[in-house]
């Protein structure tokens, strides 16, 4: 799955998700957005964020400042039953992972 925008605000809750396949893909670019995600903790994540100004946090950790790369994987990724891999790249961008 993809999702491209300009300028936005972007929620999604994965808790009740149920993926067609084992390891899923979600690509999201943009300019400028406030992206907020909930991500069951059973579930094996794979994030990789890239944002040139504002912050990303997933779970405890967090980057914040000017051209900002996170690359980040739970414990559980490889024996998850069901993998999520965010690939999220925005120019200007407030980025929160809760993980429940």
Sequence with gaps: MSIWNVLGELQMDLTYAIPEQKETTIVLQGVIAD???IVPEDMG??????VMFGQTSVGFDKEAGVLNKMV?????YWTADRQVKLEISYIVADIDIKIV
């Design 35 to 37: 992206v907020d995600l």
């Design 45 to 50: 994540l794979s994030v990789t964020a890239s």
């Design 72 to 76: 980040w994987q739970s414990p559980n």
